[in-house]
């Protein structure tokens, strides 16, 4: 394979994981959102930021239901930019392109950064 149909293949992955990192995304929001506007009266969520264990625990009621299908439709597309940088850095591997390689590394690593203080 040429370097351009490298690039070209490469540039068709992380359109891919961007379309569907936020075609996901939407569906989880979109599911949790309904899931809300049906219910009895209680459309709001019990907390404005639940821990995991807190979803996971009220995830069999209706509103955890929703409320936890939001918050993985949220995740996922705060992930979405962490799966194209982890896409372009191999992608440069492979092309061999070192310099691009470690700055991607970079971004990758600042990522993970805001993730951990995030989720902290």
């Known amino acids: 394979m040429t370097s351009s149909s490298n690039t ?3 540039e068709r992955w992380i359109a891919r994981i961007l379309r569907g990192g936020i075609v996901l995304s939407v569906m989880f929001i979109v599911a949790g959102l309904f899931l ?3 219910q009895d009266g209680s459309n709001i969520p019990p907390t404005v930021h639940p821990s995991l264990s807190d979803l996971l625990l009220t995830a069999s009621t209706p509103s955890g239901l929703a409320s936890a299908l939001m918050v993985i439709g949220l995740v996922l597309l ?3 930019p962490f799966l194209r940088v982890l896409a372009a850095v191999l992608a440069f591997s492979v092309e061999r392109e070192w310099k691009y390689v470690v700055a991607a590394l970079l971004v990758l690593l600042m990522l993970i950064g805001e993730m951990v203080f995030a989720f902290r």
């Open 36 to 38: 809300m506007t049906i």
């Open 78 to 80: 705060m992930f979405t």
């Open 8 to 10: 070209f293949l490469a």
